[in-house]
Nanobody
Framework: QVQLEESGGGLVQAGGSLRLSCAASGRTFNIYRMGWYRQVPGKEREFVADITWSGGTTSYSDSVKGRFTVSRDNAKSTVYLQMNSLKPEDTTTYYC?????????WGKGTLVTVSS
């Protein structure tokens, strides 16, 4: 099993920045990809960004490309999401996920609120 703990959400003004963190614990040696999704209540979960554990290949949704940066610290089993130039439409709950061989794991989510 893998446990994920997110931190870093909060309230920020439009144009501001936040950094989300997600620390993995447990059987982390099976993880090969980690990243972030977000979900507005009543809508499907939306992919935001992810990164491979070896090699550090990144992927981004078009809606955040150029504004958000995903990175990882293998030694700490932690993935980060640096969010710059935040917009009110980025307001929602952000979920960390970890993809391991045979299983996906999810964090409980952290709320990001961007005021206009």
């Amino acid at each position: 099993q893998v446990q994920l703990e997110e931190s870093g959400g909060g309230l920020v003004q439009a144009g501001g920045s936040l950094r989300l963190s997600c620390a993995a614990s447990g059987r982390t040696f099976n993880i090969y990809r980690m990243g972030w999704y977000r979900q507005v209540p009543g809508k499907e979960r939306e992919f935001v960004a992810d990164i491979t554990w070896s090699g550090g290949t990144t992927s981004y949704s078009d809606s955040v490309k150029g504004r958000f940066t995903v990175s990882r610290d293998n030694a700490k089993s932690t993935v980060y999401l640096q969010m710059n130039s935040l917009k009110p439409e980025d307001t929602t709950t952000y979920y960390c996920y970890a993809r391991a061989y045979g299983s996906d794991y999810w964090g409980k989510g952290t709320l990001v609120t961007v005021s206009s």
